[in-house]
């Protein structure tokens, strides 16, 4: 129940194409966030959802909570070569002594040769 | 930037030497976090700090240690290194136990254990 799948796990793409992945799990969640991370550095918060249906857009990207408030899904429109990075999701875990960040495997952006 | 660094930034250890990772955060944040990244792993929490003296483990913390005996440092302690710690290995903070707004992460430390 705390695994998060993200898929495609890679992609590569070409300027100008719009780009869609998307993260699931087998629990329901009330909180999904979407990080990405360039190489060489930590991950930074993109986008972040609180309830089920919720679309939010962040310049090109947009990300919507799945109804079922089991998948969250991230779109990116007219991708440019500085888009390419590791795309994570990540919710919220309740357990131990406090709540923590789930991260998902991540999916890796790469630009086509 | 946020206020958060990390040191050393890359490090090479030989199989059973102790190492400290070290974790300062500016922006007086209460919660502190170890996570390390693998392929195909994706991020792993290793331990978190709640306050002052105050840490838990997380999904992957044996072989490690913490310790957080002021606000600004969050120590990572690896006791005798292994080859399976070789990793990347980052800090992240926030501000409240519900972040709305996320972790904020360090630049990483990139851990080799020969």
């Known amino acids: 129940g705390q695994q998060l799948n993200q898929s495609p796990q890679s992609m590569f793409i070409q300027e100008g194409e719009d780009v869609s992945m998307n993260c699931t799990s087998s629990?329901?969640?009330?909180?999904w966030l979407w990080y990405k991370q360039d190489p060489g550095e930590g991950p930074v918060l993109l986008i972040a959802?609180?309830?089920?249906?919720e679309l939010t857009s962040n310049g090109r990207l947009t990300a919507q909570f799945g109804i079922t408030r089991k998948d969250s899904f991230l779109n990116i429109s007219a991708s440019i070569p500085s888009d390419v990075g590791i795309y994570f999701c990540?919710?919220?875990?309740?357990?131990?002594?406090?709540?923590?960040?789930?991260f998902g495997k991540g999916t890796k952006l790469s630009v086509k040769p | 930037d946020a206020g958060i660094t990390q040191s050393p930034r890359h490090k090479v250890t030989e199989t059973g030497t102790p190492v400290t990772l070290r974790c300062h955060q500016t922006?007086?944040?209460?919660?502190m976090y170890w996570y390390r990244q693998d392929p195909g792993h994706g991020l792993r929490l290793i331990h978190y700090s709640y306050g002052v003296k105050d840490t838990d483990k997380g999904e992957v913390s044996d072989g490690y240690s913490v310790s957080r005996s002021k606000t600004e440092d969050f120590l990572l302690t690896l006791e005798s290194a292994t080859s399976s710690q070789t990793s990347v290995y980052f800090c992240?903070?926030?501000?409240?136990?519900?972040?709305?707004?996320?972790?904020?992460f360090g630049s990483g430390t990139r851990l080799t254990v020969v």
């Open positions: 959802l609180y309830k089920a249906g």
């Open positions: 990540a919710r919220m875990n309740y357990g131990g002594s406090q709540g923590n960040l789930i």
């Open positions: 629990s329901i969640f009330n909180t």
């Open positions: 922006e007086n944040h209460r919660y």
């Open positions: 992240a903070i926030s501000e409240s136990f519900e972040p709305s707004d996320g972790y904020t």
